[in-house]
């Protein structure tokens, strides 16, 4: 059973399209998460949620609008989509907000954006 | 200054071979600390957390200074499969659950 999964695995869209990323967790976690990995490979925390609240929002801009639903889905829908959102959105999952809470990750959703 | 700093690498080394990789932190309220690692084209996975006090983990000992707001990893005897990227992670300060990767360092061990 996939702890954290992510779909679609790929996505490959046009500038100005909308689009929106899914990711499920099973390990009854409380709290989960965006990050973005850009080409140079740096991961950034985008958005992170607990029991459905919002609890970070990196100053991402405001055409990515993450969704709770309950605390076993976190879905990003990314409006008017750029060349500059082409990325790995990886979420991830934690039972708490505590600081040495492990993180698990889903295995990556690959944004093209041409 | 970049909050989590890393020499990006990469490190070529034969099977067998011990290394270690350093890591700086900028934000001295930070709580917590670990190493992950990344495969090519994979996710993340923690690979050990990092205490004052150091700790072991078989091949790997990570070991943390809070005065001088450095991290190291040291990987003995070397496996073909510890080749990939090792990423240093900070969390606390600020923001409850928000981990700061380094740019991580690239690994690969050679037969």
């Known amino acids: 059973d996939t702890a954290v999964s992510q779909t679609p695995k790929y996505l490959v869209t046009q500038m100005g399209n909308d689009k929106s990323i899914k990711c499920e967790q099973n390990l009854g976690h409380d709290t989960m998460y965006w990050y973005k990995q850009d080409s140079k490979k740096f991961l950034k925390i985008m958005f992170s949620?607990?029991?459905?609240?919002?609890?970070i929002n990196e100053t991402v801009p405001n055409r990515f609008s993450p969704k709770s639903p309950d605390k076993a889905h976190l879905n990003l829908h990314i409006n008017s989509l750029e060349l500059g959102d082409s990325a790995v959105y990886f979420c991830a999952s934690s039972r708490g907000l505590a600081y040495q809470e492990t993180q698990y990750f889903g295995p990556g959703t690959r944004l093209l954006v041409l | 200054r970049k909050e989590v700093e890393q020499d990006p690498g990469p490190f070529n080394v034969p099977e067998g071979a011990t290394v270690a990789f350093n890591c700086t932190y900028s934000?001295?309220?930070?709580?917590?600390f670990f190493w992950y690692r990344q495969d090519c084209r994979k996710e993340p996975k923690l690979l050990m957390s990092v205490y004052s006090s150091g700790n072991e983990d078989g091949r790997f000992t990570a070991q943390l200074n809070r005065a001088s707001q450095y991290i190291s990893l040291l990987i003995r005897d070397s496996k073909l499969s510890d080749s990939a990227t090792y990423l240093c992670?900070?969390?606390?300060?600020?923001?409850?659950?928000?981990?700061?990767f380094g740019q991580g360092t690239i690994l690969t061990v050679h037969p």
């Open positions: 949620y607990n029991n459905k609240e919002l609890i």
């Open positions: 992670v900070v969390t606390g300060g600020t923001s409850y659950g928000k981990l700061t």
């Open positions: 934000n001295s309220a930070s709580q917590s």
